[in-house]
C-alpha cells in the first residue's frame, strides 16, 4: 500500500464522522466524554510534568494528526508559547477548524512531517493517529519521522488505543511491543487509562465516582494508553 493510497483510505473513512449522528456521540456534555477528557488530562499532566518539566513556554511541540487542535490548545492553557507549536494534518477542513479555534502564531502543516526539519521539536505527538493506519510498514515510517523530527533528549508521546474494536475493521490495536519496536529507548513511560468508551457509556448515568473506581480498580478495562519515550 501506496503513502498515497493509505492517505486517501483514512480520508475516504473519517469523512462520514462529521455526521450528526456521530457528532452527537462524541459530544463534548455527554458524562461519559466529559469523565475520558478528565482522566485523559490527568494523565498528561502527570506524564508531562516528568519529563518535559513543568514550564511549558520554552517547549516546541510538533503534533502529528492535530485534528482540530485540541490537544495544542490544552497545552496553550498549560503555559505553552502559541509561536513554538506546530499541528500536522492531513485533512484540510480539520486543519482550518483548528486555524480558526487556536490562538494565533500556532504554525499549520498540512500533510505528513516528513518535510519539517529534524531536531526541531521538544516533544512530538500523535493522539489516535497509529490505530488509524492499518498498515505495518507506514506505521513504522511514521513513528521513524516523529523521531527525526524529535531533538535528542525530546520526549515522542503516542495516545492511543490499547484493543481491537470488532466493529470498526477501519482501526487497528497499538502494542506495547510494537511500540518499544518503534522507539527502542532506555527511558519511557506507558499508562493506561479511560475506561472503555462502550462501558463508560452504558452507565454514564450513575454517579461519576462508579467509573472512576471501575477505571481505578480494573486496569483491564481501560481502552487507551498513553506512551513517552525519550530519545536518548
Not at 461519559?32 to 485523559?40: G, I, L, M, S
Not at 493506561?192 to 448515568?205: D, E, M, V, W
Request: glycine share 6%; charged share 25%.
Amino acid at each position: 500500500m501506496s503513502d498515497q493510497a493509505e492517505q486517501e483510505r483514512i480520508n475516504r473513512v473519517y469523512r462520514p464522522r462529521r455526521g450528526a449522528a456521530t457528532s452527537a456521540l462524541y459530544a463534548w456534555h455527554r458524562p461519559e466524554v466529559v469523565n475520558q477528557v478528565a482522566a485523559r488530562s490527568r494523565v498528561l499532566a502527570r506524564l508531562l510534568a516528568c519529563t518535559v518539566g513543568t514550564d511549558l513556554a520554552p517547549l516546541r511541540v510538533l503534533d502529528v494528526g492535530c485534528g482540530n487542535g485540541g490537544f495544542l490548545r490544552q497545552l496553550i492553557d498549560w503555559g505553552a508559547t502559541p509561536a513554538h507549536l506546530t499541528g500536522s494534518e492531513l485533512r484540510p477542513e480539520r486543519l482550518e477548524h483548528a486555524r480558526v479555534h487556536t490562538a494565533p502564531g500556532v504554525r499549520w502543516h498540512l500533510g505528513t512531517p516528513d518535510a519539517l526539519p529534524k531536531d526541531s521539536a521538544d516533544l512530538v505527538s500523535a493522539h489516535a493517529v497509529f490505530s488509524s493506519i492499518l498498515d505495518e510498514d507506514l506505521r513504522r515510517e511514521l513513528a521513524a519521522e516523529m523521531w527525526r523530527v524529535l531533538r535528542p533528549g525530546g520526549w515522542a508521546m503516542i495516545f492511543d488505543v490499547r484493543y481491537n474494536n470488532p466493529r470498526n475493521g477501519s482501526v487497528r490495536r497499538v502494542s506495547e511491543v510494537e511500540l518499544l519496536r518503534f522507539w527502542p529507548t532506555e527511558e519511557r513511560h506507558y499508562r493506561t487509562l479511560i475506561l472503555a468508551p462502550p462501558l463508560s457509556r452504558t452507565i454514564s448515568r450513575l454517579p461519576w465516582l462508579v467509573p472512576e473506581m471501575l477505571g481505578a480498580l480494573l486496569p483491564l478495562l481501560r481502552s487507551h494508553f498513553i506512551y513517552m519515550a525519550r530519545k536518548e
